[in-house]
């Protein structure tokens, strides 16, 4: 999918829970939250990709492909 608009922030999340099993799981990635025409989307960056690697900042006209690996599973929410 294409996504282009403008950034409007990037949301860092830090933490952690316990899963199904009851195994602690530690998360870290950063979100971009990009205004597509009147609708603000959310992309999550992968984890091993920060936004300061990124070559724009908030403010900016930003153009990305976003993609979805095989493995995951899609939860939408209105």
Do not use: A, C, W
């Not at 952690?16 to 990009?34: A, C, I, Q």
């Amino acid at each position: 999918m294409k996504l282009t608009g403008t950034l409007l922030d990037v949301e860092h999340k830090v933490g952690d829970f316990t899963n199904d099993r009851g195994d602690k799981v530690s998360y870290d990635f950063e979100v971009l939250h990009v205004l597509e025409g009147r609708e603000v989307q959310k992309v999550r960056l992968p984890r091993e990709i920060r936004s300061s690697d990124l070559p724009f900042d908030k403010g900016d006209v930003v153009d990305v492909t976003v993609g979805v690996p095989s493995n995951t599973k899609l939860i939408y929410q209105p």
